[in-house]
């Protein structure tokens, strides 16, 4: 609603990158009532692809450097969410597949184990192995 587009904006966020399936669910919402950058991607929960996520990664942060404070969102800000923020932790916050993990399992929706984790925790490993090649 506009006092929750209003709460965002008095954070600070100037970007908001939204995670669908398949846009499941239209922008025009958020293009309407935020006065920010808005972006979307499509993320399957439970068949995610390593590019799809990766470029949500790149995305994040291209707006974090250029100097935004960017929100990152699905429908319920657990499963596609964390993966992506997970993505991005690895790739550019040299942040551990261990730490991102745990992270994830932290602060998704507590008490729930999903099939989809499986899925999404596999995204994760392989982003971590190619960048562990990488860096060789």
């Known amino acids: 609603d506009e006092k929750g587009f ?3 904006e008095a954070l600070g966020i100037t970007a908001i990158i939204k995670l669908d399936d398949e846009n499941e669910y239209p922008l025009v919402r958020e293009k309407e009532l935020f006065s920010g950058i808005v972006w979307t991607a ?14 949500v990664a790149h995305k994040i942060d ?47 929706a ?11 925790f596999e995204v994760l490993e392989t982003i971590s192995l190619n960048l562990s090649a990488c860096r060789r």
């Open 110 to 120: 507590v008490g729930i184990v999903k099939l989809a984790d499986h899925e999404l």
């Open 6 to 8: 209003e709460d965002i």
């Open 62 to 108: 291209a707006l974090h450097k250029a100097g935004h404070k960017v929100l990152v969102h699905c429908k319920h800000g657990r499963d596609r969410t964390g993966v992506a923020i997970g993505a991005w932790g690895l790739l550019f916050d040299r942040r551990s597949l261990k730490d991102v993990t745990e992270e994830f399992e932290e602060f998704g």
């Open 42 to 55: 499509s993320i399957s929960v439970f068949f995610p692809k390593v590019d799809s996520v990766v470029d």
